[in-house]
C-alpha cells in the first residue's frame, strides 16, 4: 500500500506530509503523536476564572466575524450548554463558520472568564463528549495539514493495512507480554484508555531500544570480528614526539594516546571516542595518533566540518610536524580542479601522508593508497553508509572520533555502545577559567561597559542572538537588530560583522575569515559559531536570551572563549529561568554541566538526531526511557550470543549493508 492509495490523501496532500518526514505509509504509521489531551466534560458551576474548560453544547446564534491587521480575525457567537448561555471568542477560525449553524453539536475548549461569562476558545470540535474521559492525540503540524486531516489520515490507513512484522524476538515477546506491533499502533493513534496507551507506548519504546541496541552490538562484533591492519610497535618514537611538545601532556592525555596506541597494536580494528571539554587537548591527541599511524606507512584523513576549521587544522599540523617527513595536503572546494587532481593523485600513489578536509574526503572519487586512520568529529559520525562505502574501496581503516560535547558515561555507554570512549576531564595546566556572569535585560548598560573595555584592549568578541530576523524588535533579540543596536554603540571604535545559518556557505567562510584576522571585531551570529574557528583574539562572548538554550550549547558557545591564556569572559542574558542558567556561572566542567542538561532537557540538545548507524528515534526518549535502554541491550547482548552464526550474518545483512 502507497501513500496515494490512503482514502481521502490527494498529491497536495502527499506533498505536505512529505514536508513532516512522512514519504510512506509506514512513516505514517510510525508518525506517533508527542502528547494527548484528555478530553472531559467540565462541571461549570464549580470552574473557576481563568481555568482551562471543555464543554459540549449546541450553538444558538449565528456566528459574526472580525477582521484586523492583516489576516487575523475574531469568531464570536453563543453556545447553549449546561442550562446556562455561553459566549464564546476563537481566532483565525473564521472557515468554520459556515459549518456553525444553530442547533449544531459542537465541542468547545478554552479559557473561562467567570466575569463575563465568556470562553476563549482554542479548538472548536463537532460532536458530543461521552461520559468516560477521551484521549486525543495531538501531532506536530506543518502549514496546510489540521490536526482532523492528519488523524483522517491514519485512520484510513488503517482499514487496509497488513500486519506489521514484529522486529522484538518472538521469545522476548512473550517473556514481558507485549502486545503485538500492529495492535500497538493502532493504540498509540487512537487509545481507549490510559492503560492501554501505555502497554502501546512501551512495547513501541522498547522495539526502537532494541533495534537500536541490537544494531550497535551488530557494529561492535563486526569491528572484533574484523583483522586490524598489520601495526609494529613505535613507543620510543610516540615518546620522543611528546617530549618535544611545548607543553606537558595532562593525566588524562596520556592515558588516552596509550589507549590508542594499544588500539593500533591489538589484532583488532580500532573504534575510539575522545570526549573531552573544549580546550581539554583532544586535536593533539589526534595528531599523535597520525603520528604513529605514519610510522607504519599508512595515509590519515581527518575531517573536519567546515573548511575554515580545516585550513586551522591544517596550518596547526603542518607546525607540530614541520621536523618530520610528513606530506600533508588540505583538501577544500576552493582549490582548482587542477590543484584537486593534484591531490587526488597524491593520494593514490602514496606520496601524501595525510590529507585534511571535509566529508568528501571519503567520497567516491578519492582514492586512497594505504588509508589506516580516520579521525572525525562526533557531529560527522560514520553511519552504515560512510562504512560501506570505504568498505566497497577495500578499506578498513581504524576509526577516531573526537567530541567537544561530554556526556556522563552511563549515558555514552548506552549511546555508543559500539565504541570504546576515552574522557579527558582534566585541562591543560596554565589555562585559565572563562569567568562567567548571569545579567538581566536592565543591566544593558554593564553589559556594555565591560564589552567596552574589552575593545579597548584590542580583544573581540562574539554576540549570540537566537534568532536570524524577526525578533521583538523592543527587546532586540535577532541578529540584524543587535547589529544595528552594536553600531550605535561601537561603531566608531569597532568593526562589526554578521554571521547565520541561512548564509551561503562562501559568504560564512569570508566572515569568519575576516573575524580570524582581526577586521572583524564584533562578530554577531546565531549558534553556527558553536563549531567554530579557535580565534586565540576573542576574549568575551555575550548571550542574548541565554534561556532558550541547553546548558550544553551553552558550554560550547562559551567555549569559543578563553584559548589562549588570556582572561576570558561570558556574559548570559535572560529575564528567564536565572536558577537553570546559573549553574553556568559556578562550573566550567562539561560533565557536570551535561548531566545537569540531560536531567533538565533530555536527550536532544546534547545529541540532537545523531544517533550511531543512521538510528532516530521516533517515540523513545533516551532520558526519560534509560531504564528501558539498558534493558534492552541486555536484551540485545544475550539475544545476540544464542543466535547461531548464520543467523547472525543475516542479521547484520539486515542492519549493517
Known amino acids: 500500500m502507497e501513500l496515494k492509495d490512503i482514502r481521502g490523501l490527494g498529491a497536495k496532500g502527499i506533498e505536505k506530509l512529505a514536508r513532516l518526514g512522512i514519504t510512506s505509509v509506514y512513516d505514517l504509521l510510525s508518525y506517533y503523536p508527542y502528547r494527548y489531551e484528555i478530553l472531559q466534560r467540565t462541571n461549570m458551576d464549580i470552574a473557576k476564572d481563568q481555568e482551562k474548560v471543555v464543554i459540549d453544547g449546541i450553538v444558538e446564534s449565528l456566528p459574526r466575524s472580525f477582521y484586523f491587521k492583516r489576516h487575523m ?12 448561555i455561553f459566549s464564546v471568542s476563537i481566532f483565525n477560525r473564521s472557515f468554520l463558520k459556515q459549518h456553525l449553524q444553530i442547533g449544531t453539536n459542537i465541542i468547545v475548549m478554552g479559557k473561562y472568564d467567570q466575569k463575563h461569562n465568556t470562553i476563549t476558545a482554542s479548538d472548536i470540535r463537532f460532536g458530543v463528549l461521552s461520559d468516560a474521559p477521551e484521549l486525543v492525540p495531538i501531532y506536530h503540524l506543518t502549514d496546510g495539514i489540521t490536526e482532523k486531516q492528519l488523524r483522517q489520515y491514519i485512520e484510513n490507513s488503517f482499514s487496509s493495512l497488513p500486519i506489521l512484522e514484529d522486529e522484538i524476538p518472538i521469545e522476548i515477546s512473550r ?96 573504534n575510539r571516542l575522545i570526549q573531552g571539554d573544549v580546550g581539554s587537548g583532544k586535536t593533539i591527541l589526534s595528531f599523535l595518533a597520525i603520528y604513529l599511524n605514519y610510522l607504519d606507512g599508512y595515509q590519515s584523513a581527518f575531517m573536519a566540518p567546515t573548511e575554515i576549521l580545516a585550513s586551522q587544522h591544517y596550518d596547526n599540523m603542518k607546525k607540530q610536524f614541520q621536523n618530520t617527513s610528513i606530506k600533508i595536503a588540505k583538501l577544500t572546494g576552493k582549490l582548482t580542479a587542477k590543484e584537486k587532481r593534484e591531490i587526488y593523485s597524491g593520494l593514490e600513489n602514496g606520496d601524501i601522508d595525510v590529507v585534511i578536509g571535509t566529508h ?30 570505504l568498505k566497497n574501496k577495500g578499506l578498513h581503516p581504524d576509526i577516531l572520533y573526537m567530541s567537544a560535547t561530554p556526556i556522563p558515561r552511563t549515558y555514552a555507554l548506552t549511546l555508543y555502545g559500539d ?50 530576523e524577526g525578533g521583538d524588535k523592543e527587546e532586540n533579540k535577532d541578529v540584524y537588530t543587535l547589529e544595528q543596536n552594536m553600531n550605535k554603540a561601537f561603531g566608531k571604535v569597532a568593526k562589526m560583522g554578521v554571521l547565520h545559518g541561512k548564509m551561503k556557505p562562501e559568504e560564512k567562510e569570508a566572515i569568519m575569515q575576516q573575524f580570524q584576522m582581526n577586521e572583524i571585531q564584533i562578530l554577531i551570529s546565531t549558534t553556527v559559531i558553536e563549531v567554530g574557528v579557535d580565534v586565540k583574539n576573542a576574549t568575551m562572548i555575550v548571550i542574548f536570551d541565554a534561556f ?53 532537557r533530555g536527550s536532544g540538545d546534547l545529541f540532537g538526531l545523531r544517533q550511531s548507524g543512521d538510528m532516530i528515534f521516533r517515540i523513545a526518549n533516551l532520558k526519560q526511557d534509560l531504564n528501558i535502554a539498558l534493558r534492552a541491550k541486555e536484551d540485545s547482548e544475550r539475544y545476540l550470543e544464542q543466535l547461531p552464526e548464520d543467523q547472525i550474518e543475516q542479521k547484520s545483512i539486515c542492519y549493517l549493508d
Open 73 to 84: 480575525n475574531r469568531m464570536s457567537f453563543r453556545c447553549q450548554a449546561q442550562d446556562r
Open 175 to 270: 517473556t514481558y507480554h507485549f502486545l503485538s506491533k500492529s495492535e500497538s499502533v493502532r493504540i498509540v493513534h487512537k487509545p481507549k484508555d490510559m492503560n492501554e496507551l501505555k502497554k502501546a507506548r512501551m512495547r513501541l519504546k522498547y522495539e526502537e531500544l532494541f533495534t537500536y541496541m541490537l544494531k550497535l552490538n551488530l557494529l561492535k562484533r563486526e569491528r572484533k570480528t574484523e583483522e586490524g591492519l598489520k601495526r609494529t610497535e613505535h613507543h620510543s618514537e610516540l615518546q620522543a614526539m611528546i617530549a618535544s611538545l611545548p607543553f606537558q601532556l595532562t593525566e588524562d592525555q596520556e592515558k588516552c594516546i596509550f589507549q590508542i596506541e594499544r588500539d593500533f597494536l591489538s589484532p583488532h580494528r580500532m
Open 360 to 389: 568528501a574526503l571519503i567520497s567516491e572519487n578519492v582514492v586512497y593508497r594505504n588509508l589506516g586512520l580516520v579521525i572525525t568529529d562526533e557531529q560527522h559520525r560514520f553511519g552504515v553508509s560512510q562504512r560501506a562505502n
Open 419 to 468: 565504541m570504546d570512549i576515552s574522557s579527558i576531564h582534566t585541562v591543560p595546566s596554565g589555562k585559565k577559567q572563562i569567568i562567567t556572569t548571569l545579567k538581566k535585560e536592565t543591566e544593558m548598560k554593564d553589559v556594555l561597559m565591560a564589552m567596552y573595555e574589552e575593545l579597548k584592549k584590542h580583544h573581540q568578541i562574539y554576540v549570540v542572538a537566537p534568532l536570524i
Open 548 to 600: 532558550r538554550f541547553g546548558l550544553a550549547t551553552l558550554h560550547q558557545l562559551r567555549g569559543r572563549v578563553g584559548r589562549n591564556d588570556v582572561q576570558s569572559y561570558a556574559i548570559l542574558i535572560s529575564n528567564h529561568e536565572t536558577e537553570r542558567l546559573s549553574i553556568l556561572t559556578h562550573t566550567n566542567d562539561g560533565f557536570k554541566i551535561s548531566e545537569e542538561d540531560f536531567k533538565l
